[in-house]
């Protein structure tokens, strides 16, 4: 065995809350004596095989680090690297436009990498997600055990100073299970905040749609659009009132005259005066 395995063998191993977890009984090592895995007897659980990266050895403790939150440091730390450099490759080529074709080998480059890292990214939501379904259940069963425990007192089945540990303890994992996801929650909004980044970088500037359209109309066309909408202003009153009359009739023409056709009746009274 190694220094190494001598001082992990043998303590204590808790999450990073505080949470007890088992004791580390041995290691696994590589064909170079490095660290591969950890063995910790979890208790009812069994053995546990953790990989080393996980771990934090401390003089008296082991720190077990979960593995959604390694996977996302990476990624965020690679994320940020890789939009710093774009940004600066951005910088220097509107300050030099003659290094526009050095730099497009690199600017794909990296843009190949936000694209393997769109990947990564997935997965590691899916985790997270996963992990903030975990954490309500724990927190729903803790509360139900909590609150048992409390009928269990008021029933005079269980003394003042049990119902005191139950509730310290469920406190303690309550809380933990608080921070976990306030930590989860804050990882999500970080990665959100990159992807818009990311977007506002590599999408290219468009221009206002007044602005293209005023470049899109050429000035004899713009004239003709003005001229098709709005008439052309009088220049003598008299024919154009004249004019406006004409083009009144002709949209509305003046009803025809009702002449009135004499009866049979009125026929006969002009005949009978004409007789006398």
Request: contains cysteine; charged residues 30%; proline residues 4%.
């Amino acid at each position: 065995m190694t220094h190494d395995d001598i001082d992990i063998i043998g303590k204590n191993v808790k999450d990073m809350y505080g949470t007890f977890m088992g004791k580390v009984i041995g290691t696994i090592t590589d064909i170079d004596g490095s660290i591969q895995s950890v063995g910790i007897d979890c208790g009812s659980q069994g053995l546990q095989q953790i990989p080393y990266e996980q771990l934090v050895v401390q003089a008296s403790v082991v720190i077990f680090i979960p593995k959604w939150r390694l996977d996302s440091q990476r990624l965020l730390r690679e994320k940020q690297l890789t939009l710093r450099r774009l940004k600066a490759l951005i910088d220097i080529v509107s300050e030099n436009d003659d290094m526009k074709e050095d730099a497009e080998i690199i600017h794909e480059k990296y843009k190949s990498k936000l694209a393997s890292l769109d990947e990564a990214e997935n997965q590691i939501k899916a985790k997270l997600e996963a992990r903030l379904a975990e954490l309500d259940e724990q927190l729903k069963s803790t509360k139900m055990l909590l609150f048992d425990a409390k009928v269990q007192y008021k029933s005079n089945e269980i003394s003042n100073d049990t119902f005191e540990v139950v509730r310290t303890c469920s406190a303690e994992l309550i809380e933990h299970i608080t921070h976990e996801t306030a930590e989860i929650s804050n990882v999500k909004r970080r990665i959100s905040e990159l992807d818009a980044e990311v977007v506002t970088v590599t999408t290219p500037p468009q221009k206002h749609i007044q602005e293209s359209a005023v470049s899109y109309l050429g000035n004899s066309e713009q004239e003709q659009l003005v001229q098709s909408i709005l008439p052309e202003a009088p220049t003598d009153p008299v024919n154009y009132s004249a004019s406006l009359a004409d083009e009144s009739e002709s949209k509305f023409p003046t009803p025809p005259k009702q002449v009135k056709t004499a009866t049979s009746h009125e026929d006969d009274w002009l005949t009978r005066m004409e007789a006398q």
